[in-house]
């Protein structure tokens, strides 16, 4: 228990404070497939990137609570500047974004001029205000699509998402060489191992993830691809190769089914994004209960962030 959690009475009743202070703050609460389930029961809305910075646009409250990492978070402040957004933890971060820092990106992107830059909505404000249009894993296809043949595109911060793109569009592009420390750690051996354990399973695969694992699946989509995938599926079973937390959605929307989460690597439980899992139900309640931490952002950079999120949506 953190020092912070530990300020909670234990009588308090976390659902029914948390849907007070909903009131209290007209506020809605956003969550991302990949948190914990009790943050997803109490969400008004769960999905992907794309369908959340949807959520966020739409939002008619006057308090964004944001139940994922800190670029979502920023994403819903570029597009609400006048609403309160929390965050539950700030230390919610992202390792995609981390390895992508705006001032080594501005560099990137001056080395290579006549570029149409596209980013992943996975990167912080400051590499979304050096992007001509933003993109999720949703409606990255689409996007790239739309871009001229003539042009040539910059397309970061993930090279696995960038590689398999190439591959869908045929279109060459240059990669920013990230990756999502999540992703990247499922095996092609033990997805074998489990595949050969489970021979009537469907695979449903994250493009984040590495080639050789690609190669695998039966499906490669977004998270909210993969569950409308095993939702209209007549099989029955299937392998989830992705963050673990998508699986609850999946038990819900398809109960009869069986869902096999992919090991990493490793015996480490690397299935589960450690940023994601800083966000509990504690501090849900704290962030509301307080009113922090709030995401604040400098006008500048919001309004230069503002041109390709609009962009995005706008092509979506």
């Given at each position: 228990m953190t020092e912070a959690t530990a300020t909670i009475s234990p009588s308090v009743d976390l659902f029914a404070e948390i849907a007070r202070l909903k009131q209290e703050l007209d506020a809605v609460i956003l969550a991302h497939y990949y948190q914990e389930p009790d943050i997803q029961d109490i969400a008004d809305h769960v999905g992907d990137s794309l369908a959340l910075a949807q959520a966020a646009r739409k939002a008619s409250g006057r308090t964004i609570v944001f139940c994922g990492v800190h670029f979502m978070a920023e994403t819903a402040k570029i597009l609400n500047p006048d609403k309160l957004v929390l965050l539950p933890d700030l230390a919610a971060g992202c390792s995609l974004a981390d390895q992508c820092p705006a001032p080594e990106f501005e560099r990137f992107v001056r080395a290579h001029p006549g570029h149409t830059v596209i980013t992943y909505i996975n990167s912080s404000a400051g590499v979304k205000a050096l992007s001509d249009v933003i993109c999720t894993s949703s409606n990255a296809e689409r996007i790239i699509r739309q871009i001229p043949d003539d042009r040539p595109i910059i397309f970061a911060p993930d090279q696995q998402l960038g590689r398999y793109l190439i591959a869908k569009t045929g279109r060459g592009?240059?990669?920013?060489p990230g990756a999502c420390s999540v992703h990247v750690a499922f095996s092609e051996r033990r997805l074998l191992r489990l595949k050969a354990e489970h021979p009537e399973a469907l695979v449903l695969a994250h493009?984040?993830?590495?080639?050789?694992?690609?190669?695998?699946?039966?499906?490669?989509?977004?998270?909210?691809?993969?569950?409308?995938?095993?939702?209209?599926?007549p099989a029955k079973t299937f392998i989830v190769v992705t963050e673990v937390g998508i699986i609850h959605q999946m038990k819900k929307a398809a109960p009869g089914k069986t869902f096999i989460p992919a090991p990493p690597d490793s015996g480490c439980s690397c299935n589960e994004c450690p940023f994601m899992r800083l966000n509990t139900l504690e501090k849900v309640y704290l962030c509301m209960r307080d009113r922090r931490p709030e995401i604040t952002m400098d006008e500048e950079l919001r309004q230069r962030c503002l041109v390709p999120l609009r962009r995005m949506l706008e092509m979506s």
């Open positions: 592009m240059v990669l920013w493009p984040e993830c590495e080639e050789p694992v690609l190669r695998l699946a039966d499906h490669i989509g977004s998270t909210s691809s993969i569950l409308k995938y095993a939702v209209e599926s």
